[in-house]
């Protein structure tokens, strides 16, 4: 009876958990190894909790936009955009010069040197692949007021200035890579639709590919943002995506029928050439317009990039005015 009674004892003092100051784990377990690891530690005592950062606002935000289905939806259509508008344009450009005929044997009265064809062919699709952009930009932030999901982030962060700010740089790296591949893919497309199938090498300017290229995308990212400030100003989708419409698209409509239509009003091609859209054509072909049109003034492309970097400042200027100082309701 004495060694039954010894080894219930003994059992019952194992299945009795230890205390927490008396817990003595044994040599190699996982616990042992959490306390060995010195860099755990130095998270713990150098990091404080619930410390709001740019860097983390962002990528909140990125994780945000990426869950929505029409972020990738608009995404794509940015990208596929522009080898299709340049596809489309070079094999209207091979119908126009004929079977077997080379791109640089087309009428002077329908389509100019090659060089010109090519260009025109690779940034053709900047311009809708732009209208679609506006439209990403003006959702990133209406589509939380009107699912009242605003209200969630601001509790999480309730700076507004920096949840602006980290939804603008969200949206810039999404739009520029989108961007930045579909121009990459216009460019091997025309390249290989002018000058593979019809023999002519473009006659194109080193200092123009830079532009196009490089220069190309960064303008799409600019109408993105200045649709993100368009959208903080109207917070509705209807609104911002109206406002960004009328910008780029009504506006250089009305005025170029006013400078066609009304006599004496050659004054109104000045600021005809000062809308984002007219802005973005004479970026993108890498000189000023006067020479050939005969006007007094007309921006070059350095100057045309300058001046739609101030469009849209002005826009997330506002934009942030009106978001920090609204009711959210």
Known sequence: MSADNGRRVRRSRREVPAGPDNAIPRHGSA???LRRTSGLSFLDSRRPSG???????????????????????LLLIVMLLQPLSAGLMACATRVLAGPGRQTNHLPDHLLPASGDIFRSAIVSGLFPAMVVAGILG?????????????????????????????????LALL???????GL?????????????GSGALPAYKPGLVLIDLLGGPLMVVLFALMALGLGAVSRSKAGGIGLFLGLTVILPLILGLLAD?????????????????????????????????????????WQSGLIMMVWTALCCALGTLVFRRADIG
């Open 31 to 33: 616990f042992t190894r």
């Open 51 to 73: 410390q709001l950062t740019l860097f983390g606002a962002v990528r909140g935000e990125l994780r945000k936009i990426l869950s929505l289905r029409s972020t990738w939806v």
């Open 138 to 170: 003006v959702l990133v932030l209406t589509r939380e007021f009107s699912g009242a999901t605003i209200e969630s982030t601001l509790t999480a962060n309730p700076r507004r200035g920096m949840v602006l700010m980290a939804k603008g740089l969200a």
């Open 175 to 181: 739009t520029w890579l989108s961007a930045q591949i």
């Open 184 to 196: 990459l893919l216009s460019w091997i497309l025309a390249t290989l639709l002018l000058s593979g």
């Open 261 to 301: 239509l009304v006599p004496h009003a050659d004054w109104l091609q000045v600021p005809f050439s000062l809308t984002p859209t007219s802005l973005l054509s004479t970026f993108l072909s890498g000189l000023g317009q006067a020479a050939g049109a005969g006007i007094g003034w007309w921006p070059t492309w």
